[in-house]
Nanobody, 125 residues
Framework: QVQLVESGGGLVQPGGSLRLSCAAS????????MGWYRQAPGKERELVAI???????KYRDSVKGRFAISRDNAKNTVFLQMNSLKPEDTAVYYC???????????????????WGQGTQVTVSS
């Protein structure tokens, strides 16, 4: 069983910073892309940032220059450093990973998407 566990959310004032972490655990064969999505109340889930296994990155325009995604491949962990936070960044942030796991016969299975449970980020004075 594979799990993604996020941490690091909370309440911060505008202009402040937070660092989110997400660790993938379980019977993992390999991890491909990892990323962060967010969903604000009444809105659809949107991509925030994504990082490939070779650390190529992409960001949504509204967070460029303020957020930075990184990963530790040895620990199957992805991070999101969020600086200069704005009230419009308020949302539940979800970790996502495309990975292959070992099946019951200890053979690797085709890669698929896994999601974390989400962590609340609130930017407010």
């Amino acid at each position: 069983q594979v799990q993604l566990v996020e941490s690091g959310g909370g309440l911060v004032q505008p202009g402040g910073s937070l660092r989110l972490s997400c660790a993938a655990s379980g019977r993992i064969f390999s991890v491909n892309r990892m990323g962060w999505y967010r969903q604000a109340p009444g809105k659809e889930r949107e991509l925030v940032a994504i990082i490939t296994s070779s650390s190529n990155t992409k960001y949504r325009d509204s967070v460029k220059g303020r957020f930075a995604i990184s990963r530790d491949n040895a620990k199957n962990t992805v991070f999101l450093q969020m600086n200069s936070l704005k009230p419009e960044d308020t949302a539940v942030y979800y970790c996502n990973a495309e990975l292959s796991s070992y099946d019951i016969d200890s053979d690797w299975s085709p890669p698929r998407d896994y999601w974390g449970q989400g962590t609340q980020v609130t930017v407010s004075s």
